[in-house]
């Protein structure tokens, strides 16, 4: 059965034509299918939206779709990402697996071929591991997004949800300062203080010891390996 219904795609093309076309298209099979103009735009996209699946030109202005596709892998390695490009060179092909594409298709885009190559890279993905057992009754869902306590979502905010995230991504393992404010703020200048009441939102809402914390080095989610 198709999950298409239930993701969030980002479409990332500076063609203006082509990306109210693709929209037209296949936009109706998405829960969310967002455009983005160009690589920059695409990437503030990602980080405000956490789609599940990029769809990206390569050549476009201010940031190209490679740039920005290896930016995007930084910050979520697991996202798959499809380039469609005009370009069939082997070297920029090469460029694009080096940076982890998920799949590379040649324009004319095809609706109907797109959807198929949608399709394989979600069965390819492991939904298995969509929920991550965090211990204490805790699971992360990666597909959705969302914190659980015993079955019951615990409600959080798009900033703590990138925290969780990224202590998810590490767990077992500190995350240091300089990466969560990377991360969580794009680097908007947070002070420690804030961090720090930050942190105390999310206990209120989890448990005191739900996060672990080193004073100078970082934090991690409490969790004992089985």
């Not at 980002?10 to 998405?30: P, Q, T």
Request: aromatic share 8%; glycine share 4%; no cysteine.
């Amino acid at each position: 059965m198709s999950k298409l219904k239930d993701l969030t795609v980002l479409f990332v093309e500076d063609e203006v034509e082509l990306r109210n076309a693709l929209n037209s298209a296949i936009s109706d099979e998405f829960k969310k299918f967002i455009l983005a103009r160009d690589g920059e735009d695409g990437l503030k996209k990602f980080k405000k939206f956490k789609p599940d699946i990029v769809l990206t030109d390569i050549m476009m202005p201010i940031l190209d779709g490679l740039e920005m596709s290896k930016e995007i892998k930084k910050l979520s390695k697991e996202t798959p990402i499809i380039v469609l490009s005009a370009f069939s060179e082997r070297d920029r092909l090469l460029k694009a697996i080096d940076i982890g594409i998920d799949k590379y298709l040649i324009k004319p885009i095809d609706p109907d071929e797109l959807m198929s190559t949608i399709e394989i890279v979600i069965k390819n993905l492991n939904l298995v591991d969509q929920l991550v057992d965090l211990g204490n009754g805790y699971q992360f869902d990666k597909l959705k997004k969302v914190l659980v306590k015993n079955g019951n979502t615990i409600t959080l905010t798009k900033k703590e949800l990138l925290f969780i995230s990224i202590l998810v991504k590490n767990l077992g393992a500190f995350v240091l300062h300089d990466e969560i404010k990377k991360y969580v703020w794009t680097n908007k200048g947070v002070t420690d203080a804030a961090i720090r009441t930050f942190i105390k939102r999310i206990r209120e809402k989890t448990d005191k010891e739900f996060i672990k914390n080193v004073p100078g080095l970082g934090y991690k989610i409490n969790y004992a390996s089985h």
